[in-house]
């Protein structure tokens, strides 16, 4: 069943360079190629999370959290493409930059996890815990503006 969820981040990840690319050849609008993607995609992901916690057939959650990944790696390619849009000459830095944190976030996360769950024994709000950092990335998203330049990039 792991598989599945796995399967979900990479579909996830093809089906958001297309959209990223629909979106922005159908309306011209690096904002909502961009920065839409992205709201939607995590704030998507954040409540398919969230809503698994209603669900008590291990096969639905499974299903929702499959869902999940897809459509939190769907936030993937927006994110490199905002890259390019805002970074100019300093593409690359601002690349290592976004990847050091992403790396950072997912050393930390099983450690943290573990400890939250020691601390409380509930696997309930670990599952809580995400959406709300799924919902208020996508928050984030949102006031991202790609046609921003980088002042010493362009």
Do not use: H, K
């Not at 024994?121 to 709300?132: C, D, I, Q, R, S």
Request: aromatic share 8%; with cysteine.
């Amino acid at each position: 069943m792991q598989g599945l969820v796995l399967g979900g981040t990479l579909t996830g990840s093809l089906l958001g360079g297309v959209i990223t690319d629909w979106v922005w050849r159908r309306t011209g609008s690096l904002r909502l190629s961009r920065s839409g993607m992205g709201t939607v995609a995590l704030c998507g992901c954040g409540c398919l999370v969230l809503s698994a916690w209603f669900v008590e057939d291990v096969r639905v959650a499974i299903a929702l959290l499959t869902l999940g990944s897809l459509f939190a790696a769907l936030a993937g390619p927006p994110t490199f493409a905002s890259i390019i849009d805002i970074g100019g000459s300093r593409v690359p830095q601002l690349m290592g930059l976004v990847n050091m944190c992403g790396n950072l976030a997912a050393a930390a996360c099983p450690v943290l996890v573990g400890m939250l769950f020691e601390w409380t024994a509930n696997w309930n709000l670990v599952l809580v815990l995400f959406a709300a950092i799924y919902i208020l990335g996508g928050i984030c998203w949102a006031l991202v503006d790609p046609q921003g330049r980088s002042r010493s990039g362009s």
